[in-house]
Each structure stands twice: as structure tokens, then as C-alpha cells.
């Protein structure tokens, strides 16, 4: 499929953008989109395309017409339209991520259009066809995928990659995906969530219970992205399954899951500034603009940490807030309030690259305590 440029109403987008105040979210509602009749786990921009991964089988355009769509589509989220992309996937897709040559997508798929491809492809995005020569062939499920420079990073359940033994994180060349076998971390007992380069970094987040043998370094770390090596200027102290992690700045937010979750802000020691605690799991987190944008399967924004036995706010309710929050710069909670229903709520977010959108993922089929219906994804502006 033929990249699309930037359209006219989302250049006028990112105009009206600039006209709020810092911090400021333009609607609680979503705008109209296609929708899914399954999970969306991951979703990713290029340009204003973008690419929905997930558990579905079938795509709802926005006039209400049927399409058949197998765990990876391309939706444009200015017309909020079904785009032509169509390959078919065997199993569910854990992971998109694009370049500006690619979209990578990962999961539990063994076969892409027939293709032997097990659980990390990618498309050249200037066709949308997949590339064959590139097949790194991780032995279990891959959660994230992190391209930097002349190397992808993998991150997972699987125990080896191309046939070598390599536990739940790997490097493989961007050329030819073979394994890069001067890059040795050293996790264990655990799978890799997420991965995120920054800051002359590469922070890896999961439920692995220590790095190097250390358990300070359990569920949240930062590495040498050459060797591997653990980096110990940066020590979190997180003790529960870490979700997402991004970078911005001098800052890095996690999304850490548990009974009652929170959305954390670290500086780069690793050194807690602030944080927002839910009652219940907390899945995902991205900047947008001057925002910190937090999602998972919680309705509640708490005054503590505290949780209870079955994640409630034991201290107290500091908000209603539908599996969706934003909280400014300095941890503070806003007024958006998406107010999206499901049990899992909200997988994935990711903000359009000039500004102009927020697309969510997830397992929602309404908005606004269910005044608008938008099932699993969704397009904010």
C-alpha cells in the first residue's frame, strides 16, 4: 500500500492544536472511525496511517461495511477509514511498530500470506509487501520490537532466535535479521513487555525477576543497547509487571500493572518523581503534547497506592476515570475523561507524529459512559 501523505484537514488539525493551552486535550469523545471485532493490542502511526494489531478477524468501515481483516489493518485516522492492507496473519499480533522504511509487526503467528514467518515480520511501507528475506525466527511469542539504527530489538517469551539460545531479548541485524550475537543480556524467569530506546539507552520493561543475577534491576532497566550490559546509574525499584515504558527528555514514564496499577514518572537515575495510581491494572502510557496520557482496565483514579485485594482505592477516590486519565507534567490529574467501558479497557496508545491525534487500542466498544460507540480503536484529536 502506497504511503499516504498528509492531508489538508490534518495539517488544519495540528493548526487548531496549537491553538490550546498547554495541556489541554481538544475532546472526551473520539472521532469516528473503523472498528473491530476483536482486541487491538498495538497501534502505530506512519504519517497519518494508522496501523491497528491485534485478536480480530473482521473490520467495520465507517459506512458500516464488512471487511475481512486477519490480526494487522491500516485505518486513516483523518477520514477514520478502512485502508486496503490486507495481509493475512494465522495468530495474533502483539506488536506494530514502524520506521520510516517499515511497519514491523510481532505476536504469535507462524505464517504471514502463506509466507513461513514465525512471530516477527515487516512491510515495506512504500508497498506494503512483506519482506521475505528478513526472517529472524524467534522461538515463542515477541511482545516488543525496537529498531535502532542497523539493529532491531527483539523482546519476549522465546529462549532462542535464529536457533541460538537467547532469553527473552535479543538484537538481530536490520539487514538480514540474523542474530547479533555480541549483544548477551542476561534476564531471568520472565517475559519481556516492552522495549524503548533513549537517552543513549535501551530501557527494558517486563516480568522478569532480575538482570545479572540482581533483582534491583527486576521488571524495570535500563541497558547498554551494544553489549547488553546492565546499566546500574539507573535502578527503579519496581516490583510488579511493568507493562509499556517510554522516554521523553530527561524523564521516563512506566506503565506498572498489578492490582491496583499506576502510571510512574522516573528521572534518569531511576529515582521516583512522581506518580498516579489506579484501581486496577495500568497497560499503557504516552506523552501527547504536554500531557502524559495513561491507560489499562481501572475506573478509578486513587489518592494513594494503596490497593486492596481486589484493586480498589483502599485510601480513597481522587477521580472517576473510565480506563483512561492524562495527568500534566508534574503528575497532576487533568479533566479528560474519555469515560471507555471493558473489562480489559485500553491496551495501547500512541500520539500521531506531528500532534495532531492520540489513537487508542483495546477492548472498549464505548465512550462517554456509553453515549458514542467505537469499538477497540479509537482516534482522539
Known amino acids: 500500500m502506497v504511503r499516504r501523505l498528509i492531508t489538508l484537514s490534518a495539517l488544519l488539525c495540528l493548526v487548531i492544536a496549537s491553538q490550546f493551552p498547554a495541556g489541554a486535550i481538544g475532546s472526551d469523545l473520539p472521532v469516528a472511525s473503523a472498528s473491530f471485532n476483536d482486541d487491538i493490542h498495538k497501534v502505530a502511526y506512519d504519517g497519518d496511517v494508522v496501523y491497528a494489531g491485534g485478536a480480530f478477524t473482521r473490520a467495520i468501515d465507517v459506512d458500516g461495511t464488512a471487511s475481512r481483516r486477519y490480526y494487522l489493518a491500516a485505518v486513516d485516522s483523518s477520514s477514520g477509514e478502512l485502508l486496503p492492507f490486507a495481509p493475512v496473519l494465522d495468530g495474533v499480533v502483539n506488536e506494530v511498530v514502524t520506521t520510516s522504511e517499515y511497519l514491523y509487526a510481532a505476536g504469535g503467528f507462524r505464517h504471514v500470506d502463506g509466507v513461513s514467518m514465525p512471530r516477527v515480520a515487516r512491510f515495506d511501507l512504500g508497498t506494503g509487501e512483506l519482506d521475505e528475506s528478513w526472517r529472524p525466527r524467534p522461538s515463542a511469542r515477541v511482545f516488543a520490537v525496537e529498531p535502532l539504527g542497523d539493529r532491531v ?200 507524529p506531528g500532534g495532531a491525534s492520540l489513537a487508542a487500542g483495546g477492548s472498549f466498544t464505548m465512550f462517554g459512559g456509553g453515549v458514542m460507540q467505537q469499538k477497540r480503536l479509537a482516534v482522539f484529536e
Open 153 to 352: 530489538y527483539l523482546g519476549g517469551q522465546f529462549t532462542s532466535v535464529g536457533g541460538l539460545a537467547q532469553r527473552y531479548l535479543a538484537a538481530v541485524s536490520a539487514e538480514d535479521g540474523a542474530v547479533v550475537d555480541s549483544f548477551t543480556p542476561r534476564l531471568a524467569d520472565g517475559s519481556v513487555r516492552d522495549l524503548e530506546a533513549g537517552q543513549g539507552r535501551l530501557y527494558v520493561s517486563g516480568g522478569f525477576s532480575d538482570v545479572e543475577g540482581e533483582e534491583q534491576f527486576a521488571h524495570l532497566a535500563a541497558l547498554d543497547p551494544s553489549t547488553g550490559r546492565v546499566d546500574r546509574t539507573f535502578q527503579a525499584d519496581v516490583y510488579v509487571l511493568t507493562r509499556q515504558v517510554v522516554v521523553d527528555g530527561d524523564r521516563v514514564y512506566a506503565a506498572l500493572d498489578g492490582r491496583g496499577g499506576e502510571v510512574r514518572a522516573f528521572d534518569m537515575t531511576g529515582r521516583a518523581l512522581w506518580y498516579q495510581a489506579v484501581d486496577g491494572g495500568m497497560q499503557t502510557v504516552a506523552v501527547w503534547g504536554d500531557a502524559i496520557i495513561a491507560g489499562g482496565h481501572f475506573d478509578k483514579a486513587c489518592v494513594t497506592d494503596n490497593a486492596g485485594p481486589h484493586g480498589e482505592c483502599v485510601d480513597g477516590v481522587k477521580a472517576e476515570r473510565g480506563k483512561l486519565l492524562a495527568v500534566d507534567e508534574s503528575g497532576a490529574l487533568l479533566s479528560w475523561n474519555p469515560n471507555a467501558n471493558g473489562v480489559i479497557g485500553v491496551w495501547d496508545l500512541e500520539p500521531h
